[in-house]
């Protein structure tokens, strides 16, 4: 697989404020990152640099084997921001040929790209008479005119409906096959566990994990298993997997287990009027707090139908 | 450090990169005035108000002579300046103000056009803009048959204007890089109103106090009206032109200085 980008031991600071200390990354053609952390972990430096817009001060940074701060590299890059701030008195046909002449694509690339992201119907509508979605599918449009190596992706989704986002990632979904690599930055972390091959964890500037999003959430192996019940806590302690067991003032038992289809086999043959279970799973937003240090959200909710399921 | 560059850079002097820019250049340009077309409420300011205040003044005092020519052939010029000033310090400055805010500087910043490009194209776009607003006050001081003026004397005229009022479309861009919209707005009238009155640009400087006549040769207001009307005379108002060249100097370091500031 051709690296389309490579990062390497980049350091940044902003004064004393260090923004990225070390950080690695490479993406192959086809491949799609997600860079993921909270507010303040260096995901948009990194951006920055990657996309020209900062001249990354330590290490090393080449998209498609050039320095992107140079305008023939970004030839290689198409580019979607959360807000584009299109002028909204030019035509959506206007704004992509434009994005293609900036570009240095061939004249005859306008029609085919708004074809693949469905505007040929409203090439002559101007920006300002769009919806949400539209106006992302335009932004989508300008990215990929100039066929892109790597497409780097700033929160595209941001402000989408469900069905909007979907229809994103599928038109995306081609371009992927034809080899372009993506970077993506979001906060819709179920998003990014649906698209992304791999997962990059920023916090405080480094990354502190890098691996496919089931193998970030296969690092939180413990499930936490609470129900109202006459269940002994003393017997709990003895099911295979447990962590640790406690009761909560509410008489309600709060079970730490590696194992929780085993206890909560174990909890209903030996109590089954047993009430209210839950079984608290760690999802890839669990993972991501966990690993850049900011576990501060609850956790995501089984019901029992789920359970069951 | 970074890394080996792989491609030339799109600015290099082989011919089909000077044609890309160009087309880059002319996209740029008709980009920027489509946008303005469109939404001619942001004409007011920039060319409703100094036509309008052009066809006022030339009705009321236009047919007056001063022994030489009519009142209306020489505001031609001043008023002239005050519309040209109006054109190049308001439009490219709020511009880069509301692309900025909007996002849309920095999608062209990622894109693989050099900045400076779009930076030029914003102020050669002021140029027809700059064009039209002369041609209605031609149009208007030629109705009411106050117009004295040889074709040549008039391109030269235009010309003048034109040319000598860019630089104020990089003191606009400077400001533009600093401000929000409304800020730049509001600091560029603050700006653009005071210098014209104290240059002469709406009345004579010599109904106007003397400490105003003393401050107005500092002023780049000044001396474009005055190298317009210069023009007028069949000199070439050499002096002018300096002045307006030093001014250009100036406004650019201003604009590179914010430009980078705002990085």
Known sequence: MDTVLKVAAVHHRYGSTVALDSVDLQLGAGECVALLGPNGAGKTTLVDIVTGLRRCQQGTVAVTGGDPVRAATRRALGVVQQHSGVPRALQVEEVVRGAAIRAGAPRGAVGPVLAEVGLTQLARRRVTLLSGGQQQRLQLAMALVNDPSLLVLDEPTTGLDAAARRDFWERLAARRDRGAGVLLTTHQLDEAAAVADRVVVLAHGRVVAADTPAGLVARLPDRVVSARTGYAPADAITIDGTVAVRQDADGRLVVTTTQPETLVRALLAADPELDDLRIESAGLEQAVLALSGQLTAPPQEMTMMEVAR | ??????????????????????????????????????????????????VGFFALFVGLWGAETDGVTTVGTAMLATFGAFGVVGVCLLTPGIGIAEDRERGWLRVKRVSATPLPITLAAKVFAAVPHACAVLLAMTAISAVTGTLHLDT?????????????????????????????????????????????????????????????????????????AQLALAQMDGRLGLEHAAALLAFAALAAGAATVAYRHAR
């Open chain 2, 152 to 224: 040549v004397s008039w391109i030269r005229l235009v010309a003048a204007l034109v040319v000598g009022g860019l630089p104020f479309a990089l003191l606009g861009i400077a400001v533009g890089f600093l401000a929000s919209p409304n800020g730049a707005t509001a600091v560029l009238m603050a700006v653009f109103i005071p210098s014209a009155v104290a240059s002469g640009l709406w009345m004579p400087l010599e109904m106007l106090p003397a400490g105003v006549q003393q401050v107005a040769p500092w002023l780049p207001t000044y001396h474009l």
């Open chain 2, 1 to 50: 450090m970074t890394a080996p560059i792989a491609e030339p850079e799109a600015r290099t002097t082989t011919g089909g990169t000077d044609w890309r820019t160009r087309r880059v250049l002319r996209n740029e340009v008709t980009e920027e005035l489509r946008a303005v077309l469109r939404e001619p409420t942001t004409l007011f300011f920039s060319a409703a108000m100094p």
